[in-house]
């Protein structure tokens, strides 16, 4: 069974930084390309960005202030959030597979929130 645990949220005011992290299980993490999505309230979910292990690809609302990377003996997929804004307010989500396909295999975690006010 796949399980994703994401962790990391917080409240943070805009320009600051957080570090979302997510715990991988029940499939071959090292071989997978993983993804970041977020839900805004009131909004639809959207994917952010993906790794393949090999290809990193990014959603152009976070181009230059969010990076993503992966530690394969540790199962576990980082997104590195720099230079907040009111509007990066959302819950992540960690999901299988890419910006292409990650809709269609529809496995996500429970999501960590992130809150960015002054």
């Known amino acids: 069974e796949v399980q994703l645990v994401e962790s990391g949220g917080g409240s943070v005011q805009p320009g600051g930084s957080l570090t979302l992290s997510c715990v991988g299980s029940?499939?071959?993490?090292?071989?997978?390309?993983m993804s970041w999505v977020r839900q805004a309230p009131g909004k639809g979910l959207e994917w952010v960005s993906d790794?393949?292990?090999?290809?990193?690809s990014y959603a152009d609302f976070v181009k230059g202030r969010f990076t993503i990377f992966r530690h394969n003996v540790k199962n576990t997929l980082y997104l590195q959030m720099n230079s907040l804004k009111p509007e990066d307010t959302a819950v992540y989500y960690c999901?299988?597979?890419?910006?292409?396909?990650?809709?269609?295999?529809?496995?996500w975690g429970r999501g960590t929130q992130v809150t960015v006010s002054s």
């Open positions: 790794d393949s292990g090999t290809r990193i």
């Open positions: 999901a299988l597979g890419s910006r292409s396909n990650w809709r269609q295999l529809g496995s």
């Open positions: 029940g499939f071959t993490f090292r071989s997978t390309t």
